[in-house]
């Protein structure tokens, strides 16, 4: 008994130990929450990547204020639950004077409330729920933007289809819709905003449709199209389901004008690699393209493919983390020390140009403390993902009318 | 007319999908009398397994059956008597320890292939994936018809040793009366590992047919094992015609549920239906079938 | 004045009757004796008494109560105590905590349950092995337990089956004792299902034969074992294996 | 030993311990995080081992309960602002609530069925939670600004609802409850025939299980301010990791779940944080590997558990000090 009271108050003295963060001068640590494991793990990957190759190029560069950037990875394993026990230790224990990362809506809504609860600025670059960026979800005012501990980089999801709307008004042919969405927060929320879209663009949607992540046989959803024939198809999917629901609708032999994802799995490469010569002259709306006239975006596009995998290339996600961490080291080198709030001063005072696109946070509608962009449309031309919209960016011609029983062949 | 033919040709091609999955299932827990629910784990290795033939060595998953078969039945086996087949004389407050075994079992099977694959999706790109052909306007997915007719034969092939050869009639003695089974000499110990090895390698045959169908990644499991118990239940303890029903209908239950009343729905109509019997026809199909 | 009755009882499981109109009545202060060869439906009759199995036609009435239908708790309640032939001891509790169980029909309290389950451990011959656990207990110890944990329920009638099956002669005397004395110190009416004929011949106030579910005979022990019905069932196949001196 | 108001004086010894844990660790908000995880799975290791353990009706559902406290707590705010705490008085009872029907269901059940039907219940909430918007708000859960930043507060509430579970478990197991509980595991036929209305207990078990399981949902709505079907009403990581804690700490014993959440959260968060940032990284990776065969080997060698089989355990810890010294 003697023996087990001993070992365990050493194992207190050890942990106590730990617990406490030595200060150390010569770094500067950020905590970074992504899904490293489970479901959504390809996209914590692709973002972790991005984040490291922005913080070799910074600490190459000279580091910040001369000090060496350091990313914590905390892996949210794409769990609401988890993200906010990450958030939690980054904050107490790693004691990081700022977040960024946040992958799925839910998890990064979640975690949000932990960072603002407890003062830290938490720089979002994916989760897209509009919630996010609206204080009325954290009991707090629109005018309430000085105790508003929540960034945002990339557009909210009701903004995607921004760029789409350009490109949908321009087809006159389109009248009809039927949505498709997995019923997740991206999911639902992608969905009403679609809807929203539609109405302002006189589309008729004729059903509004979830299924379950890793539904095995998606007949029954597509057969609506089959018999509805709606002339768009809109659907909100991560990687494989969206790879499942194109082979399927290949496979029943569906034609509707248009096949449109909503970013996310759609602009994947391994959406290609799955779903094959079904994901051909599908659309989807997106945030971000190599080709895009954006200063470092094509630099950033080539250095990841060099340092990684080349069958892989970096989507809108990995930008996004890659963008994020040059948001982070610019806000850091204008606050007046290392602490939450002088970094959250300098946040609100951040007015840049990144491989994203430009960076300022402003207030709008329900939201402060968003980065208010333009939305991109691309389109699988011959295994490529090529940028079709706006037209005076885009390099390719959008293919339009698509002739499916020749492209299935 | 045609969306109720083309939901029916789904529900049946998925539903013979399922019925294979729940095969193995229905014959562990007829003779072992637990909840295997490893099931689904079980399933996830024997897919690793199939993607890592045709991945580093290009052999083609429905050839890969021949191998993952045997694999997973020694494995299963080295499970069954190592890890399952000790507890069955031993005394504990709860007589479902085999069953939380099973549950141990499955853990460890995800988290390894958590630790060796990552969590990546995996899939298999072959030259029939993205396949289908054609009767008029239905279509007809070419993997889920090579699936169901192999799932059709490898029942019959499992019904005809069940009942046309002496170990095999001697798990169905063991299924039907075990202290029965072993007053007429049949060893019910070597037959209990035995069958957890035979209802595993259903299994994973199951799986090889799965991996061209769908994707891979290591927590794929447990939506498989909730199917297998929903057929077993619904097809009546250790009975393989009833399996094959019962898989049959889940299959076309879940289809047209989707179709007609909600996809989101889809899987909570399974469970519902499996509760259902559960309470109020137990027995399932067994009842009509008798095998 | 007759405790328990039953008329015309009868059970059918699918095609098979097992219990074929079965009509006898129980006095208060008696021991009944049941016998018959194998599978005559003793044990049954039994079963379809506390409700085991639900009845196909007939009734039971017990101290004035229809117990046809009742669930087998209340018939406990009601004052019917049973043992069962294939022993169930609460496997992993002490004798004494077996036998608090059935204490606590009556006894609201743990010390209440703690007192009834202490007498009825010394009334038979229990109190040495009262902390060991019930699962561990030999052969003889698990059938005066069943009766220990029955006792406790404060029975007015108490429906033993083959509590003497397995006991060796001195065992046996004991058992013998326990059961008379039970009568006639607790004054609880008995029904007694039993093979070994020394004992239930010695013992019982009437017999009751059946054979193949329906009755042959009835009447002192020594009017049944000179009926020529008896005889004949146990002289039929069943002889052999039945009428063993110790079986 | 002798009874200090109804706990023994070890016990009481244990609770200011637990009482003072959030000091003796330094203060900090992570570790006393990791004991408020401790204290929430000994509540429902509690409930569960009480209705399973004690019973013998093991429930693969518990989640059901667990999730239903939680929405208890948070619906209301969700739709009229009222405040999750009410949900610490409303979260059992919600979940008493659903005992009653499921049990009319699932206790026609018995053994692997029983088993079935109560995860099959918890699967159809689930699935029913997520889909049914209008009222839950779906898969995007609710969220809810949490009250107090400190711990403390959560932890002496968590603390106490532990303590409550513990000391009913306790007192019902030495009265009329606890025996026919018992006796209902050991044989029902033998508990009916003593007159025991063992369909009513069973109830009566349940309710007590699922009230404090409900409790614990509805402090996990309190103290997390976020739920989402998929959490709450989770197979693996509620349903079943309650029962592991369960057969960790000790099937049927009072200490067991304690024991069991106690071992479950500190060598789950040991390896997930590779050992608190000390080993290499790789290892946080193993977090539920580690975990799982722990699983096989305690029912393997230990099937009592921890406090179960305590006996053993020091048996074989004394013998290896016996080899030490010769």
Known sequence: MKRIIAISFALFMLLNLIGCAKDDNSSIKIGVLLPLTGAMAKFGEMEKNSFELARIEINAAGGVKGRDLVFVYEDDTGKPDVGRMGMEKLITVDKVPMI???????VTFAAAQ??????????????????????????????????????????????????????????ASVETAIIFHENTTFGTNGAKAFAISCERLGIEVFEIDSYTEGTVDFKPLLLKVKEQKPDLVYMISYVMDAALLMKQSKELRLSPKLFVGAGAGY???????????????????TLWHQSLPVPGATDYYNAYIAKYDDKSPPDYHGVEAYAAAYVVKDAIERAQDFKSASIKTALDGTDMMTAFGPVKFIAYDAKINQNKMETYVVQWINGNLELIWPKHLAKVEAVYPIDWNAEWK | METFVQTLVSGILIGGLYAIIG???????????????????????????????WTYFGIDPYIAIFITIPIVFFIAEGISKFLLHPLMGKDSILPENQVLMTVGIGMVLVELARVIFSSDYKSVQTSYTNKSWYLGTISFNTPLTIAFIISIIMTVGLFLFLTKTDTGRSVRATAQDKSAAALMGISTGKITVLTYGLGSALDAAAGSLLLPIYYLYPDVGPLFTVKAFVITILGGLGSTVGAIFGGLILGLAETFGATYISMGYRDAIGLIIFLLVLVFFPGGLKRFTKV | MSILKIDNLTKRFGGLTAVDHVSLEVNEGEILGLIGPNGSGKTTIFNLINSYYPVSSGTITFNGHDITHMPTNRIAKLGIGRTF????????????????????AREKTFSGARKVATEVLEFCHLDGVAKMKAGSLPIAGRKRLEIAKALATRPLLLLLDETAAGLNPTELVQAISIIKNIRTELGITIVIVEHIMRVIMTISDRIHAIA???????????EVSVDPATIAAYLGSDFKAENRPDA | MKKYLLLEKREWIILGGAALAPWIFGFSPYFQGLLILVLMWVVLGNSWNLLAGYTGQVSFGHAAFFGIGAYAAAIPYHHFKISPWWGLLTGGLAAVILGYFLGKLVFRLRGPYFALGTLASGEILRLLFGEEEWLTNGHNGILYMTTFISKIPYYYLILFIAMGSLVAVKVIMKSKLGFYFLSIREDQEAAEALGIDTTKYKNIALAISSFFAGLAGAFYMIYMGFVDPEVVFALHNISILTILVGIIGGVGTIWGPAVGALIMVFIQELFRSSFFGVGPQWVSQLHSLVFGALVVVMILYLAGGVVGDWDIIRKKFGKKRVEGQG
């Open chain 2, 23 to 53: 095969i193995g299932m229905t014959l562990i827990m007829g003779v072992l009398n637990i909840i295997n629910l490893a099931h689904g784990q079980i399933l996830m290795l024997s897919m690793y397994i199939t993607w890592v033939l």
């Open chain 1, 267 to 285: 602009t994947m490469p391994a959406y290609r690699e799955n779903a094959g010569i079904a994901s051909e002259k599908t659309i989807s709306a």
């Open chain 3, 85 to 104: 032939q294939v022993v169930k001891p609460l496997k992993r509790l002490s004798v004494i905590e077996n036998i608090m169980v059935g204490a606590f």
């Open chain 3, 212 to 222: 193949q579910g329906a009755t042959i005979a009835e009447g002192t022990p020594a």
């Open chain 1, 100 to 106: 960024t990362g946040g992958y799925s809506s839910s």
């Open chain 1, 114 to 171: 932990v960072a603002q609860k407890y003062r830290v600025p938490f720089l979002v670059n994916t989760g897209s729920v509009d919630k996010i960026t609206e204080p009325e979800s954290f009991d707090l005012k629109i005018s309430d933007a000085d105790k508003f501990y929540i960034y945002r980089l990339n557009p909210p999801v009701s903004e995607y289809a921004s760029g789409l709307e350009g490109f949908l008004k321009n087809l």
